[in-house]
């Protein structure tokens, strides 16, 4: 290469960090502005937000009110309902005018009317009365969900999600004021809302407990002083009680029950803004954030331009005072790795001496032949069409390549080989840098063929305690060999699945031997126990990060999963079971009942075939069936038997 096109050359790389660090001033400029309106737009999402929290919370107590009235059949509550109405409508029209809905507000409003009517004629059950307004609120928390899904401010989400799990536990105190207070007031058991409270219940709980785990030390603090109130306390065991009594025995103010949860749901609705306040005030520090960073990075610019400028020219120099250590470099490379060149049409015309004491060859015996003088037979004509596509597109190309030396022997090499482009861009030769890793592969092979033999032979043990014998697994392992291949599964899986079947049955290691071997029926305390095995294999396997060991516990926790759900441990369905654990499944059966035991005689044919059909979509994957159906021969083949 002319040393003035390397400094021509130098220019552009020297002039180019300039240019991209102007054009990122200038991105950074236009993404802090973005930032600042993001900011002006998460203002009035919140806006949004909370008159939304506040109409859930009149729609909460109007509710409960509304079961209050129902369940006394109309002597009770109406004057505090007919004011909390008013209150109800005042903040759907707060919320429409926010949110430029007025037809929404004309809308809903209708609907309030028709079922207002109805609660005042007592024409309505207290069930379809509470569903009613559960809807509404739900509809509501879909619609703030909606406006906390288009900010993509990080911690805003996060603050969003942990005020989605403080609103959700007020909505669920809600439910259960409203539907006990419903219950108290007809002073006997109404089984449907008896259900809504209690899920209710378990819905308060789980957010409670997550609410906890991820809200600010600001927000848990005010949390722990409400839920550890007297008042809080008085009512969450009111409610445990309730669940653990006939209610028509329950004798209670339905005012007192009412006033004493509301003070609570109201406490929790001040929470709520509060967090809505704390997330106005991350957004206006965060505002007032990026117009400092803007100005003080707009006033670094400038010096850190100028620096850049002399930094380059500073690299420029050294650039030029380093090329002339490039052809150590080589020397370097040359000295420790397998090299050689070729020309386009893959003749050598450069090896180095580490690839002749390698490969065997002398140099003259190499220069001008094909490469393909040292390609062993082992490796396929189709990776070396694939190598030759991506180096003529001016790629280079990476892989592990099996050679083979003069004397027949062979040695495998990590290689990397790469185009050689002139200063047209046209591909002037190619070279390759290889490093023998022979060594490496055959330790690999060793430590591979030992972890199958000893997958074999645990698989084996497990078998002989079971009373099974080595043809079991071997032949539950070519079933599911054979299933796979049909299946359409890859060259790997299905490597991975055969090795693996063996261990299937490996969780049998803790069954007490009174239970493995018992020849009469297993008691249902006994049977619960021979179930764990598939728990105990995979708790064998489940952490480890081998794909070999992985998939055994796969298999082991899944072969007796059915395909309907009906198995166990875990009642998984249909495609809910790995591949591996259906394929097992119907395998480990087939050669069941092919094979006889002590409990009994090897099925006939026919009957295996019948009763594997029968069980297509219940015990087995209906594909799979299909499959065995199909090529019956090869199955019954492998376990011994011909056709007349």
């Known amino acids: 290469m002319h040393s003035n096109t390397i400094i021509n050359k130098l220019k552009i790389l020297t002039a180019l960090p300039l240019i991209i660090l102007f054009f990122l001033f200038i991105f950074f400029i236009t993404n802090s502005y973005q930032t600042l309106n993001n900011m002006n737009g998460l203002k009035e999402h919140i806006t949004q937000i909370n008159h939304i929290a506040n109409l859930m919370n009149e729609i909460q107590k109007e509710r409960g009110l509304s079961s209050g009235y129902l369940g006394s059949e109309g002597k009770e509550f109406k004057f505090e309902l007919m004011k909390q109405r008013k209150e109800t409508d005042h903040a759907f029209l707060l919320f429409s005018k926010n949110s430029n809905r007025k037809m929404f507000y004309k809308e809903k409003r209708k609907e309030f009317m028709k079922i207002r009517d109805k609660i005042e004629r007592v024409a309505l059950s207290n069930i379809e009365s509470f569903n009613f307004f559960t809807d509404k609120i739900m509809k509501l928390e879909e619609n703030y969900l909606n406006i906390a899904l288009s900010i993509h401010d990080r911690n805003v989400k996060n603050h969003l999600q942990s005020y989605a799990n403080l609103s959700l536990m007020k909505e669920s105190l809600g439910e259960i004021r409203g539907t006990l207070n419903g219950i108290i007031s007809l002073e006997a058991l109404d089984e449907k809302l008896l259900y809504k409270a209690f899920h209710a219940k378990g819905v308060y709980d789980i957010s409670l407990f997550r609410l906890s785990a991820i809200s600010s030390k600001e927000i848990k603090q005010k949390l722990q002083k409400i839920i550890h109130s007297e008042n809080y306390k008085k009512i969450e065991k009111k409610i445990d009680s309730y669940a653990n009594i006939h209610l028509s025995k329950i004798k209670e103010d339905p005012y007192f029950w009412w006033n004493q949860v509301t003070i609570e749901v109201e406490k929790l609705h001040e929470l709520e803004k509060d967090y809505l306040m704390l997330i106005n005030q991350y957004v206006a520090e965060k505002h007032h954030d990026v117009l400092f960073e803007l100005m003080i990075n707009t006033l670094i610019f400038i010096p850190f331009f100028i620096l850049m400028l002399w930094l380059g020219l500073k690299i420029k120099n050294s650039i030029l005072r380093n090329i002339s250590l490039l052809n150590e470099y080589k020397d370097a490379i040359d000295r420790s790795s397998i090299v050689s060149k070729t020309n386009r049409k893959g003749i050598i015309t450069y090896v180095n001496d580490t690839f002749c004491t390698t490969s065997g060859y002398k140099a003259k015996e190499l220069l001008g032949k094909a490469h393909n003088i040292i390609r062993h037979p082992d490796m396929p004509k189709k990776a070396f069409k694939e190598m030759w596509q991506d180096l003529l597109n001016k790629k280079s190309w990476k892989g592990i390549v099996k050679n083979k030396k003069k004397n027949g022997g062979s040695y495998t090499v990590k290689a990397t080989i790469s185009p050689?482009?002139?200063?047209?861009?046209?591909?002037?030769?190619?070279?390759?840098?290889?490093?023998?890793?022979?060594?490496v592969i055959t330790l690999q092979e060793e430590v591979e063929k030992t972890q199958r033999d000893m997958i074999f032979k645990m698989g084996e043990i497990v078998e002989k305690r079971d009373k099974e014998t080595k043809a079991h697994i071997t032949r539950?392992?070519?079933?599911?060999?054979?299933?796979?291949?049909?299946?359409?599964?890859?060259?790997?899986?299905?490597?991975?699945?055969t090795l693996a079947v063996p261990m299937h049955d490996i969780g049998k290691v803790g069954i007490p031997d009174m239970i493995l071997n018992k020849s009469s029926k297993l008691t249902n305390k006994e049977w619960e126990t021979m179930k764990t095995h598939t728990t105990i294999g995979y708790d064998l396997f489940y952490d480890s990060d081998k794909p070999l060991l992985i998939v055994s516990g796969i298999i082991a926790h899944e072969h007796h999963e059915k395909y309907d759900g009906s198995g166990y441990p875990r009642g998984l369905k249909g495609e809910e079971i790995h591949i591996f654990g259906r394929i097992t499944a119907l395998a480990d059966v087939f050669d069941a009942l092919r094979t006889k035991r002590e409990y009994k005689e090897a099925w006939e044919k026919e009957k295996i075939l019948t009763y594997i059909r029968e069980e297509s979509g219940r015990s087995f994957d209906p594909k799979l069936v299909e499959i065995f159906c199909k090529h019956s021969k090869e199955f019954f083949k492998i376990n011994g038997y011909r056709d007349e």
């Open 420 to 439: 050689i482009l002139n200063h047209e861009g046209e591909i002037e030769e190619f070279i390759a840098i290889r490093h023998d890793i022979t060594e």
């Open 476 to 497: 539950v392992s070519e079933y599911a060999e054979l299933l796979a291949s049909y299946y359409g599964l890859s060259n790997e899986e299905i490597e991975l699945l």
